[in-house]
């Protein structure tokens, strides 16, 4: 199909897109500012294990708090273990929140259109490629995700954990949700350990406010949920610090994509997913979040859902 100079062309060579097609320019012209607005995806499934991962993060806490540190006898001992725990706690939670409320980096549906087209100024002869699926034109680098229904800039994968894909937009929070979660898990693992010491040592007598079977069965589920959490993000936390700095995308290794892109040095990668030089702001979920902002942008737009 010759148009306007330029080629249109499909990635999996569906039926070209024509001018009856039907597709409202209209509808990316309402989500030009989804950036501005609070992405969330409704997948049962997603929801589901979101949930979980809050649920067994208040469990480890619960466990480390009311069973190991209150009842200890060394006050300094209970407090900086204490506070240590609960501060990495509210940052792995604040990084999977920012991971799951924040877009990836959808490209806008349904702006495929020959109006849309020619405000690109393509040079003649350039191609241009269509995803059939959310009728969007895909950007070098984008993927379809079938659960967000959307293209995603710079996908890497979708993560139920997070119920979102990990994009161009949010992956910095999803490498802290995980070296977060690794770093509690691996703690609550030492916790464990000089607890259980104690306790044997001092054969099961004032060890813990609850009975000795008790604080066994709640001890070594604590132990198995922190060894099964510690593994998983722990390799996961390498895989996408090695994909930062190789500036390649899960997806990309797994096709073995070749990089059309002109790649960037490992810390250049590392600089343009965290932002700006090495601060502490590389590691703050909180950076860039702005509540007021948030909240006057969610009552004049309200908030921006994938189904």
Same mark, same amino acid.
């Given at each position: 199909?010759?148009?306007?100079g330029?080629?249109?062309?499909?990635?999996?060579?569906?039926?070209?897109?024509?001018?009856?097609?039907?597709?409202?320019?209209?509808?990316?012209a309402?989500e030009?500012?989804?950036?501005?607005?609070?992405?969330?995806?409704?997948?049962?499934?997603?929801?589901?294990?979101?949930?979980?991962?809050w649920?067994?993060?208040?469990?480890?806490?619960f466990?480390?708090?009311?069973?190991?540190l209150?009842p200890s006898?060394?006050?300094w001992?209970?407090?900086?273990?204490?506070v240590?725990?609960?501060?990495?706690?509210?940052?792995a939670?604040?990084?999977h929140?920012?991971?799951m409320?924040?877009?990836?980096?959808?490209?806008?549906?349904?702006?495929?259109?020959?109006?849309?087209?020619?405000?690109?100024?393509?040079?003649?002869?350039?191609?241009?490629?269509k995803?059939?699926?959310?009728?969007?034109?895909?950007?070098?680098?984008?993927h379809?995700?079938?659960?967000?229904?959307?293209?995603?800039?710079?996908?890497?994968?979708?993560?139920p954990?997070v119920?979102?894909?990990?994009?161009?937009?949010?992956?910095r929070?999803?490498?802290?949700?995980?070296?977060?979660?690794a770093?509690?898990?691996?703690?609550?693992?030492?916790?464990? $350990?000089? =607890?259980f010491? @104690?306790?044997?040592?001092?054969?099961?007598?004032?060890c813990?406010?609850f %009975?000795?079977?008790? &604080?066994?069965?709640?001890?070594?589920?604590?132990?198995?949920e922190?060894?099964?959490f510690l593994?998983?993000?722990?390799v996961?936390? $390498?895989? =996408?610090?090695? @994909?930062?700095?190789?500036?390649?995308?899960?997806?990309?290794?797994?096709? %073995?994509?070749?990089? &059309?892109?002109?790649?960037?040095?490992?810390?250049?990668?590392?600089?343009?997913?965290?932002?700006g030089?090495p601060?502490?702001?590389?590691?703050n979920?909180?950076?860039g979040?702005?509540?007021?902002?948030?909240?006057?942008?969610?009552k004049?737009?309200?908030p921006?859902?994938?189904?």
């Amino acid at each position: 199909m010759q148009s306007s100079g330029h080629r249109f062309r499909e990635v999996e060579h569906h039926p070209l897109l024509a001018e009856n097609d039907g597709y409202d320019s209209s509808s990316s012209a309402s989500e030009s500012d989804m950036a501005d607005r609070v992405w969330f995806i409704r997948d049962g499934c997603g929801m589901v294990c979101a949930v979980m991962t809050w649920l067994l993060v208040v469990y480890a806490d619960f466990v480390v708090t009311f069973v190991m540190l209150l009842p200890s006898k060394d006050f300094w001992y209970s407090l900086v273990n204490g506070v240590l725990f609960n501060c990495l706690a509210v940052l792995a939670l604040s990084s999977h929140l920012r991971t799951m409320l924040t877009d990836p980096g959808a490209v806008p549906k349904g702006n495929a259109t020959k109006e849309y087209m020619e405000s690109l100024q393509l040079k003649p002869g350039e191609v241009i490629y269509k995803c059939p699926k959310c009728c969007s034109i895909k950007p070098e680098r984008a993927h379809h995700c079938s659960i967000c229904k959307r293209c995603i800039r710079k996908m890497d994968h979708h993560c139920p954990w997070v119920n979102n894909c990990v994009g161009e937009r949010n992956q910095r929070f999803f490498v802290l949700f995980t070296m977060y979660i690794a770093l509690i898990s691996a703690h609550a693992l030492v916790l464990c $350990g000089f =607890q259980f010491f @104690s306790c044997v040592r001092g054969q099961w007598i004032e060890c813990s406010d609850f %009975s000795p079977p008790v &604080t066994v069965i709640l001890l070594i589920f604590l132990c198995l949920e922190g060894f099964l959490f510690l593994t998983f993000t722990a390799v996961m936390f $390498g895989t =996408q610090i090695h @994909s930062i700095c190789n500036d390649e995308t899960e997806i990309e290794r797994l096709k %073995s994509e070749k990089p &059309t892109w002109e790649r960037r040095l490992r810390w250049e990668g590392m600089k343009s997913v965290f932002g700006g030089q090495p601060s502490l702001l590389w590691i703050n979920p909180f950076s860039g979040f702005r509540i007021r902002r948030l909240m006057l942008r969610a009552k004049k737009g309200g908030p921006e859902f994938s189904v």
